[in-house]
């Protein structure tokens, strides 16, 4: 069964760091595209970043990038994004999503990154 | 900076037919775009409908259809219930391995 389960999500101060993770299971992520999306407070749905099946192929939204930085640990089936500098504008469920051929076809249910003194 | 456009909220009769749009700043929406097309309820996680513009995710009932019409991503409803009152998010591919998500559209069923 394919599943994506996101950890790591928490309370961080503003300027802080944390170390999101998903866990795959039921695929191997040398053959499918990860994605993270993320999902302020009563927001709609934001792209963050982007991990190539190959693994060398990252890409981020404008707001985050040079702040936040995806990599997959292929021996642990995990995607990781490391998030730093973080604002309180970055307070949202993260999503960890599998896209297959261009389609988000497994979503985890999302960690919770709150950014407040 | 590329932004996709979405009807903020829609209203349709139940059994009745709603379609919501997904619009591109930069121009017409094409099948290169690969629009997805996500239902969320609050507290829950998104669930896939439609990918690559027209085709149907596992387990998604007929009434919901994807297509490109005039430049822009839709998804019609049609014989709306009252079950399908939710957020809808359109999201398109920019190539190099970026989307970008619509605004998003709330459908009430009344």
């Known amino acids: 069964e394919v599943q994506v389960v996101e950890s790591g999500g928490g309370l961080i101060q503003p300027g802080g760091s944390l170390r999101l993770s998903c866990a795959a299971s039921?695929?191997?992520?040398?053959?499918?595209?990860m994605d993270w999306v993320r999902q302020a407070p009563g927001k709609g749905l934001v792209w963050v970043s982007h991990?190539?099946?190959?693994?060398?192929?990252?890409t981020y939204a404008d707001s985050v990038k040079g702040r936040f930085t995806i990599s997959r640990d292929i021996a642990k089936n995990t995607v990781s994004l490391e998030m730093s500098s973080l604002r309180a504008e970055d307070t949202a469920i993260y999503y960890c999503?599998?896209?297959?051929?261009?389609?988000?076809?497994?979503w985890g249910r999302g960690t919770l990154v709150t950014v407040s003194s | 900076q590329t932004e996709v456009t979405q009807e903020p909220s829609l209203s349709v009769s139940p059994g009745g037919t709603v379609t919501v749009t997904c619009a591109l700043s930069?121009?017409?929406?094409?099948?290169?775009?690969?629009p997805n097309w996500f239902q969320q309820t609050p507290g829950q996680a998104p669930r896939t409908l439609i990918y690559?513009?027209?085709s149907r995710s596992s387990g998604v009932p007929d009434r919901f259809s994807g297509f490109i019409f005039r430049d822009k991503a839709a998804l019609t409803i049609t014989g709306a219930q009252a079950n399908d009152e939710s957020f809808y998010y359109c999201?398109?591919?920019?190539?190099?391995?970026?989307?970008?998500f619509g605004g998003g559209t709330k459908v009430t069923v009344l």
């Open positions: 039921g695929f191997s992520l040398s053959d499918h595209w």
């Open positions: 999201v398109l591919y920019m190539g190099d391995g970026i989307w970008v």
């Open positions: 999503v599998r896209v297959s051929n261009f389609n988000f076809d497994f």
């Open positions: 930069s121009g017409s929406v094409f099948p290169s775009h690969y």
């Open positions: 690559n513009t027209d």
């Open positions: 991990i190539h099946n190959g693994g060398t192929y990252t």
